[in-house]
């Protein structure tokens, strides 16, 4: 318990979080399950507490680049077809409603998958959720290339989906493997690179295309199905990546751990049960709506927006659509940022002001977004409105891993699932029929983005407070332990809940220290 | 305006902005500018001065339904002898175009009509261009494999040295419904997409069984 004291007065010196090289001296050194030592410095629970993002050292570097690079292969793929529409939608004969629904179902399937996933990696682990994710949609990319119906396409696209889910894989490997205090920062880096796959493939989709074309010679609706072999082939790859360099972790997989007795079977029903019970689940998974589902309803729609409004050519419109999704290569890490920045001195409430407003300044932009009707500033606009919404994205994933510990993987999933549904709901009420023009389904978008992101401010934690109040006298251990009920207490089955509450102390900022000193000198007692 | 946008986007970024981006800010105001400055041809002030026929060269019908990559269509045109021939005067080419009628272009907005020529997504598909002469011309035109499958007539603009259009002629009549043109498209789909489409879903998903056969089998050793 000393050692824990040690660890904090640590902590409190300002360690960077970017480290440049490593330090040794003062730390117990830590070992997993194999007595290896950890590359980076760890905390009680063995969580990095820095991200090192030129190192790929095992586990906590190697996996957080398999993961951002696997989900940022699942985006490529699930928004591989609109770059390609104005081909796709001449081969097919697609009406605009048949687009409208490809675009809802290609976002619809992640909504089942996501909370799946979040059970999933609660009980076998991020690294076959992920994997076994991965290499069954494979089959349904590769689907692609012979579709000949609209009925086809979006059934394709549905499947396809699926894949998205990976979301949840990555946030829930992100939260194991790094320390509370920088977890928003690795969530945000890791799910915005991966994000910055819808951007990425919007540029590659049409050069793959064009070379196809040209030194292929194939016909233009040969082409497009050939170049659907690219994200199919690439995600193939990466799911046996994952599967031979992954591990669950900080000290190995759940196998070996369960083996071990490090890890102890849950039961679905109780992790179920504090999920749904849990108020925040159903407020972050509806603002989570508003950031993530518009970032996706964008990601579908931009490039045909550019296309038809501005009568630019395919590949122009791929390159100004693809800035959109390649915004989040620095915007969504920097949102994670500024939650823990912002955590740093005023702790959860801090967090949230942040999340409520990046988003809702999103969604003003975006009303702007679709009053705008000049090419140059209509550009510019999207680029402020695509850091806001991503960094919106980033810290809403700052607050999901404190709300729960114990069924951390449903809540990130529903969460995930919210932003499915968020981007279902915003298609179909705005993008399918011709009711509105695109120009301003776009600007109601932005009006209900502002309207849904209001219930943030109902967000309370007993032990940190809310918006605009403050905190009881409740602490850390007092909502984590609430998880377990006396039975499970007493056959210790809590621990790993309670040394994440230690670690969650820093979310008070730095506005109570007679309250910490109470706690430190507690701590030292037992 | 280019250094203002891009000034205003590397304040909101704390990494410098990409190269591409600064080229695609580039790219995207030279091109809104260039179609600013163009003036535009309302087709509702074009003439029709010109008689158009288009025939399915294989059937020798002038509609009905033709095969992308297979038929032909021989489409004739000259100035309509109820015009003096100055008419013509002004006019240095004949552009042929395929465009939409009607019944395609319900629900598809990029293929809209637009009294502005500029605008306007009805004829999008070039057949041909000839040097106007008041006796007319006639051209031979594979139906290319890019065609999308819909309902088609053919148009012939006159324009004058620069590409303005000055008048106009249609195989139709005004409403577009009459003689029209079905074109079947091709599927694009091949024999050898087919294949290697089966081969690699096949892979994916043994290689995956097969990988988790192995871990659990190599655990159950371990356990034991």
Not at chain 1, 236 to 244: A, D, F, K, R
Request: hydrophobic share 45%.
């Amino acid at each position: 318990m000393a050692a824990n004291s040690d660890f904090q007065e640590g902590n409190a010196k300002g360690e960077p979080v970017f480290q440049m090289t490593m330090e040794t001296v003062g730390e117990k050194e830590a070992t997993d399950l194999k007595g290896r030592k950890f590359a980076l410095p760890v905390d009680s629970e063995h969580k990095a507490k820095t991200v090192r993002l030129y190192s790929v050292a095992a586990p906590h570097m190697r996996t957080f680049h398999l993961s951002w690079i696997a989900f940022m292969i699942c985006f490529f793929s699930t928004f591989a077809a609109p770059p390609l529409m104005p081909v796709i939608r001449d081969n097919l004969g697609l009406t605009k409603v048949d687009i409208g629904n490809a675009g809802i179902a290609s976002v619809a399937g992640a909504v089942v998958s996501r909370l799946l996933m979040g059970t999933i990696c609660d009980l076998v682990g991020p690294r076959y959720g992920c994997a076994i994710l991965m290499m069954i949609t494979a089959p349904a990319i590769f689907c692609m290339p012979l579709v000949s119906t609209p009925v086809g396409f979006i059934l394709v696209r549905f499947f396809i989906g699926f894949c998205l889910a990976t979301f949840v894989s990555c946030q829930f490997w992100m939260s194991s493997m790094f320390n509370s205090k920088i977890v928003g920062i690795a969530n945000g880096t890791a799910a915005g690179w991966g994000n910055m796959g819808g951007g990425i493939v919007q540029l590659v989709m049409p050069l793959v295309f064009d070379i196809i074309r040209r030194d292929i010679g194939s016909e233009k609706f040969t082409a497009w199905r050939i170049a659907f072999f690219v994200p199919g082939v690439l995600q193939v790859m990466m799911g046996l990546l994952v599967l031979t360099l992954g591990q669950d972790l900080p000290d190995g997989n759940y196998a070996e751990l369960k083996r071990e007795g490090e890890k102890v079977n849950d039961s679905f029903q109780k992790v179920f049960l504090y999920a749904v019970t849990n108020y925040r689940t159903y407020i972050f998974a509806l603002t989570y709506g508003y950031c993530f589902g518009v970032e996706l309803t964008v990601d579908n729609i931009i490039a045909e927006y550019f296309y038809d409004r501005f009568d630019l050519n395919l590949q122009t419109a791929g390159i100004i659509a693809s800035t959109f999704g390649l915004m989040n290569l620095f915007s969504r890490p920097l949102g994670g940022v500024l939650s823990d920045v912002v955590a740093a001195r005023w702790g959860m409430r801090g967090r949230l002001w942040n999340l409520w407003i990046i988003q809702t300044v999103g969604g003003i932009l975006c009303i702007v977004l679709g009053l705008t009707g000049q090419l140059g500033p209509a550009i510019a606009v999207m680029l402020i409105f695509s850091f806001f919404v991503q960094a919106a994205c980033g810290a809403t994933f700052g607050v999901i891993p404190f709300i729960s510990r114990r069924s951390l993987g449903i809540i990130s999933g529903a969460t995930g699932a919210g932003g499915n549904i968020g981007a279902v709901t915003t298609q179909g009420i705005f993008f399918m029929s011709s009711k509105y023009t695109t120009e301003d389904g776009i600007m109601l978008m932005g009006i209900m983005i502002v309207a849904c992101t209001l219930p943030v401010i109902f967000v309370h934690f007993p032990q940190w407070g809310s918006m605009f109040c403050p905190p009881s006298k409740a602490t850390e251990e007092d909502y984590y332990i609430s998880e377990w009920s006396k039975e499970e207490q007493s056959n210790g089955l809590h621990h790993a809940s309670m040394k994440f509450a230690e670690n969650s102390k820093s979310e008070r900022g730095r506005q109570s220290p007679l309250r910490s000193k109470e706690e430190t000198v507690v701590v030292d007692g037992v | 305006m280019c250094s203002r946008l891009i000034a205003r986007v590397d304040s909101v970024c704390t990494h410098p902005v990409p190269m591409k981006f600064s080229v695609a800010f580039v790219m995207t105001l030279m091109l809104a500018s260039v179609s600013m400055a163009q003036a535009s041809v309302l087709f509702s002030t074009l003439e029709r001065t010109l008689v158009v026929e288009a025939k399915i060269k294989e059937q020798e019908i002038s509609s009905g339904i033709a095969l992308a990559g297979v038929s032909h269509l021989v489409i004739s045109w000259h100035l309509n002898e109820s015009f003096p021939v100055s008419v013509g005067d002004k006019y240095v080419n004949v552009k042929l175009r395929l465009c939409y009628a009607p019944v395609s272009q319900i629900d598809r907005g990029w293929r809209k009509t637009n009294d502005d020529l500029h605008k306007d997504k009805t004829c999008t598909k070039g057949i041909a261009q000839q040097k106007y002469i008041f006796s007319g011309n006639s051209t031979t035109w594979r139906v290319t494999k890019d065609v999308p499958g819909a309902v088609y007539f053919v148009r012939a603009y006159a324009v004058d040295a620069e590409g303005n259009q000055l008048a106009f002629g249609q195989t139709t009549d005004k409403a577009k419904t009459a003689n029209l043109i079905t074109v079947l498209p091709i599927s694009g789909r091949t024999g050898n997409i087919d294949i290697a489409a089966a081969i690699f879903s096949a892979f994916s998903v043994v290689s995956l069984t097969g990988f988790l056969g192995l871990e659990s089998m190599r655990s159950k050793r371990t356990s034991k």
